[in-house]
């Protein structure tokens, strides 16, 4: 029998308990909305059809899986590279587990029954679970450290790969109503609780790499047992009480920057070292404030993200801007020549941004969430569903490309991580459609689909159609069994108030004077806007037809001035989505294009593109170098942009997010 819960949070039929405290906005669980959609629809079966085993069968080519089989009988040679591996198993078992839920497939949950038998055998009698060191405890994986979580803060990754295990066995337990894999981390989960604490007898020691804390988080909702909240609330606050670290460095290895754990994270104020550990940081903070009432979190966690948004966020919504280090620059450091922009860290921004809209109830939440969604977070999967970036680039030039910068996409990586957090992330994307406070229903995300809702007792059916992010005309068909009045809370969007993001860090170069018309029933209604939402309260009955026209312009984003890789530069956006040019398009090259203040655009469907896109087209000046290199011109030529996340697509050439207004100044540089 299959549970029914709200993404996170859930009470099943084993588990049942109270809760004092905890988001006072509640999301839509994602196998409650059922998407009949364009756009995000055939994503999600890809990732079923296509991702999710080609996931699994490069786990058994790796080692991956082999590394669980040696564990059991501690003989042999951990067959992998990194002791996270274990990782890229639980992730794509919760991929499968979300996945289960929207599209059964009886054949692909008995191979995962079979995984979950290896992985239970491998597990140590006290509850540790972690290859690496089990295959062969006297000579464990180099960077597991002579002992157990002897070298945890910085490279073991054991509560790493529990805080995945964790969110593994949740989703299977969901999914599925089967304790096969829910027993085996409760099991881990106990013993850290054990190790991990303030008292005396206790390792005091902050997580390397952050994601067991979300994790005990989940446990804690399915089961209500408090140690494992408790425990994720002390490996928070645990953090900058290290004294072994060297504050006058400016090395983050040195000085617990990298690890978000040189101060106490009431204290930070800015987001730090590596983007993807940070993100599942604040993500934990965020729940932990939510579910125990501390403010001090709460005040953190606010800071840090206005700091992001205002000053360290990519206009296609991704961060991490450093390489070395896979980490945040420092304000307002966004170079488009060497930007890194993990895919993991996109994922973590997700979860990040849902929590803090759970927590505040404004929807410039969901504006950040939605811009990473279309943008800088499946731009990491192609569209063949088997194909990855693991970091996402800003631009691509034939010379003088930064040698960490992918220009084509890879089927795997010796570090996997991104191509499994993908696989668990895609079938999540439903539940982040809608959300509920009492007789408030919040409209968050626009996917042609159906749910039902469930307001004060009330079954409320809502239907939409669309044909979002190419269109801009919503359509919501409200279905209440009976008519009562409550309240529907459409998001307009950031971009279409405009606002290319909330802060001053990227704008429109003009105003629009288009607004958002919302009629009910054929009639134009007048509309209040509260924390980015029109609330429509009304007494509404069984067909009542809600229709929005968003405006859907072709608009050009500037950066603050303070983001000297971007001065002079234009970027291009229609509704949600960041475009972009490649050579294919465009005579092939994409870096010697030039987008005047004047340049007029038209925007076109084009169905046998990529899978389906909404194309750009205009015509602007191109540089062209002639005579062998002696003399330059510029020429007005055809010019076509495309989405960002398509990109990487058609082979291997130039691609440019950003545009230069006018020719300021030419480099010249001796042919390689």
Not at 174 to 182: C, E, F, V
Not at 388 to 396: D, K, L
Request: proline content about 4%.
């Amino acid at each position: 029998m299959k549970k029914t819960f709200f993404s996170f949070f859930l009470l099943s039929t084993s588990f049942v308990f109270a809760q004092n405290k905890d988001y006072l906005i509640k999301p839509l669980a994602f196998n409650q909305v059922h998407l009949t959609d364009n756009f995000w629809l055939p994503r999600l079966k890809i990732n079923e059809t296509v991702t999710i085993p080609a996931s699994f069968e490069r786990c058994e080519k790796t080692g991956r899986v082999e590394n669980f089989v040696l564990a059991s009988t501690h003989t042999g040679k951990f067959c992998s590279i990194y002791p996270f591996d274990d990782t890229d198993i639980y992730k794509t078992i919760e991929g499968a587990s979300y996945s289960e839920s929207l599209f059964p497939d009886p054949k692909l949950m008995k191979y995962v029954d079979s995984l979950i038998t290896i992985i239970g055998k491998a597990q140590e009698p006290d509850g540790y679970l972690y290859t690496a060191r089990s295959i062969d405890p006297l000579h464990p994986q180099s960077w597991a450290g002579s002992e157990r979580w002897v070298n945890e803060r910085k490279l073991s990754h054991e509560l790493y790969n529990a805080g995945h295990l964790y969110e593994a066995a949740v989703a299977h337990y969901q999914a599925t109503g089967k304790r096969s894999l829910l027993d085996i981390a409760l099991k881990n989960a106990n013993l850290v609780c054990s190790v991990f604490g303030p008292a005396t007898n206790q390792r005091h020691t902050a997580p390397g790499h952050e994601i067991v804390e979300m994790g005990l988080v989940k446990l804690y909702r399915v089961t209500g047992q408090k140690k494992y909240l408790q425990t994720a609330k002390y490996f928070i606050e645990e953090r900058g009480r290290d004294i072994t670290y060297d504050s006058t460095s400016k090395d983050e290895w040195k000085n617990g920057k990298y690890w978000q754990d040189n101060i106490p994270v009431i204290d930070q104020t800015e987001a730090e070292g590596h983007a993807v550990r940070a993100g599942y940081l604040y993500s934990a903070m965020a729940d932990v404030a939510a579910l125990t009432g501390d403010s001090l979190l709460l005040n953190a966690v606010d800071k840090i993200w206005n700091n992001v948004v205002s000053k360290k966020m990519y206009a296609q919504g991704s961060v991490g801007a450093i390489g070395d280090g896979e980490r945040f620059g420092d304000n307002y450091e966004l170079p488009n020549s060497t930007a890194y922009n993990e895919t993991c860290a996109a994922i973590a921004q997700v979860f990040w941004n849902e929590r803090m809209f759970l927590l505040h109830g404004d929807s410039k939440y969901i504006d950040v969430l939605e811009k990473i969604l279309y943008n800088g977070l499946i731009s990491g999967i192609g569209l063949d569903g088997k194909s990855f970036f693991y970091t996402n680039a800003m631009q691509i030039k034939n010379s003088f490309s930064h040698p960490d910068m992918e220009a084509t996409r890879s089927g795997w990586f010796p570090c996997s991580c991104c191509p499994t957090n993908l696989v668990r992330l895609l079938p999540s994307v439903p539940g982040y459609m809608y959300a509920q406070k009492n007789k408030d229903i919040y409209a968050n995300l626009f996917i042609s689909s159906n749910a039902t809702l469930d307001v004060e007792g009330k079954p409320v059916q809502i239907i939409q159609q669309n044909n979002y992010p190419w269109d801009g005309d919503l359509k919501f068909t409200i279905n209440p069994k009976s008519s009562f009045n409550f309240s529907m809370l459409i998001r307009i969007p950031g971009w279409a108030r405009n606002e290319a993001m909330p802060s001053d860090l990227y704008s429109f170069n003009s105003q629009s004077n288009k607004k958002t018309i919302i009629t009910i029933n054929g009639k134009e209604v007048d509309y209040e806007i509260k924390n980015g939402y029109a609330v429509l309260n009304r007494k509404w009955k069984k067909n009542d037809q809600i229709e929005v026209q968003l405006p859907m312009e072709v608009r050009k984003v500037v950066a603050n001035d303070k983001v000297k890789s971007d001065v002079g530069k234009v970027a291009l956006q229609r509704g949600p989505i960041m475009y972009c040019a490649e050579w294919v398009d465009n005579n092939g090259k994409a870096s010697n294009l030039v987008m005047p203040v004047n340049t007029n655009f038209q925007a076109a469907y084009n169905p046998g593109l990529l899978n389906g896109i909404e194309v750009l087209k205009a015509k602007v000046p191109a540089v062209l170098i002639e005579n062998n290199g002696e003399t330059i011109r510029t020429q007005e030529q055809n010019f076509t942009a495309i989405p960002y996340y398509a990109w990487a697509n058609r082979g291997k050439g130039e691609m440019m997010l950003w545009f230069p207004e006018k020719v300021k100044d030419i480099d010249i540089v001796a042919a390689e």
